[in-house]
């Protein structure tokens, strides 16, 4: 089928493939260390940017960042977990790609629809918000600062803590992808 195939000089053209942009790499300027130019005609996954612009598009509504009544009436953890599992799912996704720091967009405007949606549950500012629910948490890449909301549990058990933000934006050759359904619970 004609609109099924597709064929390309990876040079000049990025192919398509599991929402990833496969294209050869031709750098002319940079060298290693030993002078030779070891990133030409290298294969690299990228982020498409359109598949970017449409995944932020979801988190707006007007142009503005979107406050998602649905989850106002649930918990401080809950709102935090969903917004980390759909954050993680997306990331994690694309950590093989080389341009996988491109996502600070997406991180951004998920992180302005999280405090939104906390703001309108307590009534209150995105500011104040971003100020009550602040940490810094430790990671392999060094402290990350993040959106932390706590569960205490009964009966002895550790309280749930939920995280947003703390993935570095990293190319990670090796990563495996972790996919979990966010479940909401109120």
């Not at 106002?72 to 935090?80: M, N, V, W």
């Not at 190319?171 to 495996?176: F, G, T």
Request: glycine share 6%.
């Amino acid at each position: 089928s004609q609109e099924k195939t597709l064929i390309t000089h990876a040079h000049q053209q990025a192919a398509r493939f599991l929402s990833y942009d496969i294209q050869a790499q031709y750098r002319n300027d940079k060298l290693a260390a030993d002078g030779y130019r070891h990133v030409n005609a290298v294969i690299s996954l990228r982020v498409p940017q359109d598949v970017v612009k449409k995944k932020i598009s979801a988190y707006r509504h007007g142009g503005k960042p979107l406050r998602r009544l649905s989850l106002a009436s649930c918990s401080d953890y809950t709102i935090l977990k969903t917004y980390q599992d759909e954050y993680r799912g997306f990331v994690q996704y694309y950590l093989h790609a080389i341009n996988v720091s491109r996502l600070g967009d997406y991180k951004w405007i998920v992180q302005q629809s999280l405090t939104h949606t906390l703001a309108a549950k307590y009534h209150s500012t995105t500011r104040t918000m971003a100020k009550r629910f602040h940490s810094t948490v430790e990671t392999p890449y060094g402290p990350r600062t993040c959106l932390e909301a706590t569960l205490v549990r009964g009966g002895g058990k550790k309280p749930l803590v939920a995280r947003f933000r703390g993935i570095p934006r990293v190319r990670n050759k090796k990563a495996i992808l972790v996919d979990l359904v966010p479940a909401v619970i109120c």
